[in-house]
């Protein structure tokens, strides 16, 4: 070994991980996690529920997306979906009245309309193939 090589031998450099390699068994990598205080989908979610909804036309998918937050958050399968909520997800009120009609037609969720109100929306079980 020559004597030059020992600088770059013992730089912190080379012990840095790249985030391609171990630590973790055979290459694989955990999923990234939120970070503590920011907000998050919970699951699980059903993937027949999920791509049934992802089936439907337009912002349909979005609005799905939404509706799991607002459940998750609430702690409870029926929530009042806010256009304010449904912005933050680039989800227009025109476009999301579609898509929960949309949803409520693939009978993924059932809705309770009063005029001047928000829609109280409740989640269901996918329906059997």
Known sequence: MDPKDLPSLL???RLRWDGT???????KQRVPRHRAGEKFLKGPVPLTWLALAGQQPGKALHVAIVLRFLAGVAGNS?????????????VDRRA???G???????????????????????LLEAPSP
Do not use: K, W
């Not at 390699?21 to 290459?27: C, E, L, N, Q």
């Not at 029926?78 to 680039?90: D, E, K, P, Y």
């Open 100 to 122: 929960l009609g949309a949803l409520e037609r693939a009978h993924l969720v059932t809705v309770q309309r009063h005029r001047g109100r928000q829609p109280r929306v409740t």
């Open 78 to 90: 029926t929530v009042a979906l806010s256009g304010a909520v449904l912005a933050t997800f680039g």
């Open 96 to 98: 999301g009245h579609r």
């Open 11 to 13: 730089s912190l450099e």
């Open 21 to 27: 390699t171990g630590p973790f068994p055979s290459g």
